[in-house]
């Protein structure tokens, strides 16, 4: 008698990726900067399987006649436009801008960024506190993008993230997780969920920074730079999967010695 | 005063300056960094038009306040030295 083969899909065997109360289907995050066309970018957001979409608040073009606007190009009843203070180099104008984001948006979420220095683009850590500490009291829903180091995602729990998300690598750079244990350490230490952000380049990164435990990641350079940003972005898709399945199901442990994976026993007589 | 009409900017301020009572015909706003001349009594509503932005998709900030209340841009005449950022969202990450 053939034995009935029970299909599991990654969503069975998976609680959803929850912020603040809000449950999400997907894992990936993915931004909408930097790509060649906005049909570019639609068709690579829909391969990634996105619920999460980044956005960014600027001054509109006066000159333009034609509008620009992304929402133009992406249905807010489709995706979780996420608002960000992208570009804000201290707490205050980061404070202005998500006020900005959530009057244009949809939902009291925000991004947070606090740049520290126009090389690294790495963040400022005081800067990130204070105005998550603001934000939150305000009502936000604050997801807090910062280094790789605990005592400061531990900061920005007590200050009310409703997210951390750590970097990988330095934005834009495509370097993957330089720190595997950082953030690992982060994810074992906080309650609030934890999104890897900025920094991945391919599926392996994003595999390994999901093996690593954290609940998502953020992507928005390494889909828009691959070549073909819709089949990376598949890609991701799928390497979101993998690495958290991977992580659930617990890998074997590491040995420096060869375990044979066949028996021993029954050899046939010399 | 010269009521600005629903044409563009630069035929209402015309129009504005051709008024009778002078100095108070025209106000000097900066909007999104750029000083602009425009007709005094001009609403926010007819500034979002004379750019052909929709108001449900842009945010309105005056003088640092954000203006929350969308139905009442065609009630609010700019006021001479106001400050306006108008904003939107743009691809980022």
Redesign the interface.
């Known amino acids: 008698m053939a034995t009935t083969i029970k299909v599991t899909t990654p969503e069975a065997l998976d609680l959803p990726f929850t912020v603040a109360g809000r449950a999400f289907r997907s894992r990936l995050m993915v931004?909408?900067?930097?790509?060649a066309s906005?049909e570019q970018?639609v068709r690579a957001i829909e391969a990634s399987g996105a619920e999460v979409v980044?956005?960014?608040?600027?001054?509109?073009d006066?000159d333009r006649?034609k509008?620009?606007?992304?929402?133009?190009h992406l249905d807010p009843k489709r995706f979780f436009?996420l608002?960000?203070t992208?570009g804000c180099f201290t707490a205050d104008e980061a404070v202005?801008y998500a006020?900005?984001?959530r009057?244009?948006?949809f939902n009291d979420f925000v991004k947070l960024e606090v740049i520290a220095d126009r090389e690294t683009l790495l963040p400022d850590p005081a800067g990130t506190i204070e105005a998550t500490r603001v934000l939150a009291a305000e009502g936000f829903k604050v997801m807090a993008y910062t280094n790789d180091d605990l005592i400061t995602a531990l900061r920005l729990e007590d200050a009310g993230a409703s997210a951390v998300m750590p970097l990988a690598a330095p934005?834009?750079s495509g370097l993957g997780l330089v720190n595997p244990y950082n953030v690992r350490t982060i994810k074992h230490r906080l309650s609030a969920p934890i999104v890897v952000d900025?920094g991945l380049g391919t599926a392996s990164d994003v595999a390994l920074a999901m093996e690593q435990g954290v609940d998502a990641v953020?992507l928005?350079?390494a889909l828009s730079s691959a070549e073909d940003p819709s089949r990376m972005a598949l890609a991701m898709r799928h390497a979101v999967e993998a690495g958290r399945l991977a992580y659930l199901a617990g890998r074997m442990p590491k040995r420096e010695i060869a375990v044979p994976s066949s028996p021993t026993s029954g050899m046939l007589g010399g | 005063m010269t009521r600005a009409g629903t044409t563009g900017t630069a035929a209402a301020a015309t129009e504005a300056r051709q008024g009778t009572d002078g100095a108070s015909s025209v106000v000097r706003v900066v909007v999104n960094g750029q000083p602009r001349t425009l007709p005094a009594g001009q609403t926010l509503a007819e500034l979002l038009r004379a750019h052909d932005l929709d108001p449900r998709l842009v945010v309105v900030e005056r003088n640092r306040e954000i203006l929350r209340d969308r139905d009442a841009f065609a009630s609010l005449a700019l006021e001479d030295g106001d400050e306006l950022e108008l904003v939107h969202f743009v691809g980022g990450g």
């Open positions: 931004g909408t900067g930097k790509y906005n970018m980044t956005v960014a608040v600027r001054r509109v006066l006649t509008e620009e606007g992304i929402l133009y436009l608002a960000n992208a202005r006020r900005l984001g009057e244009a948006g934005i834009g900025a953020l928005n350079t």
